[in-house]
């Protein structure tokens, strides 16, 4: 969004739409999350100090959000409150249309929660956080198994995502190609024809840790939705792991993942099925970052990606505790 509008015109419309005086943006306010889910976004201040998260959507993906702000809101209302929700408009809109000249566009705002930045890598010592992120995915599996509902049930096969990538991978870079190629044949040998079969569950499809906003013992929010659905039962554990040992692999035997691990063993939300593919997943699931990694054309990332699957194929058997 070009920094010479006057963001004036936006907060008067802003605060015409929600019925909350907007005073100004706090650009000096970080936001968790990525960035890219959104054209534009930024922290906005009310006349009362109250904080909120005003975030501009591309009309491509305006069904999508509303049927994600629609999920959480089910979420919060059954007993999740450690999401954030899309505050409704006047006409109890979650996303609404803004006619503010070169602010024209779709808006949604929900409220800031304010987090405490991680101590990166030594977070992963803190067994802490293990226990929290367990209790979060322990509490969502049971909702959704009290209530016999996926609140966004759209389904997704990693298997078909890794062949697609692979497939593309090795017709536009066949050098990449190679190196990863291990990789896909164990996926293939070992892991895609127990995929379809096993127990699947509503699932965030982005969970790691920076997508979590801490508090000094606690969760206090889990943000970026935009993967959630329909997924073998195990994924967003897969997903941790993967992304905590992506950081440090020490950290896959580590506090975090240690008490995560054990929390989730004596839930016993999980079935032996779904703990024994819980190593093929992760390393499933890696192809979804070596995809990101393609994206950017980040070569440094692509070959640690890389060495990283070696090291989760080399030692599958291990750091599953």
């Known amino acids: ?144 198994k009290k209530h016999h509902a996926e609140p966004y049930n759209e389904s997704f096969s990693i298997a078909v995502y890794c062949r697609t990538l692979f497939s593309t991978l090795t017709d536009r870079h066949p050098d990449i190609a190679a190196a990863f190629r291990p990789f896909m044949d164990h996926l293939e040998a070992h892991f895609f024809p127990i995929h379809d079969p096993l127990p699947m569950g509503f699932c965030h499809g982005d969970f790691h840790p920076l997508n979590i906003i801490w508090g000094q013992q606690d969760i206090r929010a889990v943000i970026d939705w935009e993967f959630c659905g329909s997924k073998p039962d195990i994924y967003d554990l897969a997903n941790l792991l993967g992304c905590l040992g992506m950081e440090d692999p020490r950290s896959l035997t580590g506090a975090f993942s240690g008490r995560l691990i054990h929390c989730l063993r004596k839930a016993n939300i999980f079935c032996d099925a779904s703990w024994n593919a819980l190593p093929d997943l992760t390393i499933a699931i890696r192809f979804a970052w070596l995809s990101e990694w393609l994206r950017k054309n980040d070569r440094p990332m692509i070959g640690l990606e890389a060495d990283y699957m070696a090291l989760l194929l080399k030692h599958r058997s291990k750091w599953i505790h």
């Open 1 to 144: 969004m070009p920094t010479e509008l006057n963001p004036q015109d936006l907060l008067v419309a802003v605060s015409h739409r929600w019925g909350i005086e907007m005073t100004r943006l706090r650009s000096d306010l970080s936001l968790a999350g990525s960035p890219e889910r959104t054209a534009w976004r930024s922290v906005v201040e009310a006349g009362d100090n109250r904080l909120f998260i005003l975030e501009k959507i591309p009309s491509q993906v305006y069904s999508r959000k509303r049927r994600i702000a629609a999920t959480l809101q089910w979420l919060s209302e059954n007993g999740l409150h450690q999401i954030v929700t899309c505050l409704p408009d006047v006409d109890n809109e979650t996303i609404t249309l803004i006619n503010a000249g070169m602010w024209h566009g779709l808006w949604q705002l929900s409220p800031y929660v304010a987090g405490i930045n991680l101590d990166r890598p030594a977070y992963a010592l803190d067994d802490w956080r293990g226990e929290a992120a367990a209790e979060f995915l322990i509490h969502l599996d049971n909702i959704c």
